[in-house]
């Protein structure tokens, strides 16, 4: 029987470092087979990323984009994730889009942090003030108990909207201080032209990069990639299509082989000294929802089991 899992019953059940050693299992499996198709109308977009993966199954993740609804008062996005079966392809789940979203992108992120950020880390600092900051707080708590939060927004807007949800976070105003002070810089933010200066960087830190998704997007320069030790969720997803690589490597300032390690050779994921600077390009990936959706699933199936034990 197919199930579906909203938002907020569907969250109750997760546990961030749980999802960190599913996506890390995940990995461990045959490499995802994945495509992704986009059709248009005018401004409005359909997107379907869908990946297979031999013992885990499938997933399709089907978004709306219709930037003209936000002046309707409308959400400009809307999607579900369908969640199939690897042993006989019944449909077994169609999950929120919001939820699959969110924990995935955030979870991404915590999984490299918690293998390549010095785990005496306890200053964080988040560079944006969107939806995705929301979540780092979270997940990044999680995975550092004893982290302090600083975030830092070019919008006074942005900034003050999002202080008014995290009070515990403090402002930072002048970024190349708040990055330098950090041992962690979660940058996820829309800019085109990069807003981290190799320069600022300071050895031992860990640099998360996660809004850049278009061929024209980086939040970092050229000298902060020289700097680091360079790892990425997938370089399929990210060496050929995202700017904080592609850019880079087709001005010939690095090679695919900066690129130390991807997720399937997540045992490359490996600090070798506490002054190296680690950088890791978050580039998202249908495989990831896949195993998001999977370990979604699996906790919303063992609290119904307990449900019913209870009863």
Not at 275 to 294: E, P, V, W, Y
Request: glycine share 8%.
């Amino acid at each position: 029987m197919t199930v579906m899992i909203p938002f907020a019953e569907g969250e109750r059940h997760l546990d961030w470092l749980a999802l960190t050693e599913a996506l890390a299992a995940g990995h461990k499996l045959p490499k995802a087979e994945v495509a992704d198709v986009f059709l248009y109308e005018g401004e409005n977009t359909l997107l379907n990323r869908s990946a297979w993966i031999a013992g885990t199954g499938l997933a399709v993740k089907c978004a709306t984009i219709f930037p003209g609804n936000r002046a309707e008062g409308k959400p400009a996005i809307g999607g579900a994730v369908n969640l199939f079966s690897g042993r006989d392809g019944t449909l077994e789940a169609i999950l929120d889009f919001a939820l699959v979203t969110k924990w995935k992108t955030a979870g991404d992120s915590l999984l490299a942090a918690t293998r390549l950020a010095r785990p005496d880390s306890r200053k964080v600092l988040i560079v944006g003030a969107g939806t995705v900051a929301h979540s780092l707080v979270a997940a990044y708590g999680a995975g550092f108990p004893q982290a302090q939060f600083t975030f830092w927004n070019r919008s006074k807007e942005g900034a003050e909207a999002f202080s008014e949800q995290h009070p515990e976070v403090e402002v930072a105003t002048d970024l190349e201080a708040a990055v330098g002070d950090a041992d962690i810089v979660a940058c996820a933010t829309m800019t085109t032209a990069p807003l981290i200066k190799g320069a600022w960087l300071q050895p031992g830190q860990h640099i998360d990069l996660i809004g850049a998704y278009r061929p024209d997007m980086r939040e970092v320069d050229d000298e902060a990639l020289l700097r680091s030790r360079v790892f990425v969720d997938s370089r399929a997803t990210t060496i050929d299509h995202i700017g904080e690589l592609k850019i880079p490597i087709a001005k010939g300032v690095i090679d695919e082989t900066h690129v130390v390690a991807d997720y399937y050779a997540i045992d490359q994921f490996v600090r070798r000294d506490p002054q190296d600077i680690t950088l890791f390009k978050n580039g998202g990936g249908a495989h990831l929802d896949l195993m998001t959706s999977r370990y979604i699933l699996s906790a919303w199936q063992a609290a119904q089991g307990d449900a019913r034990t209870e009863d």
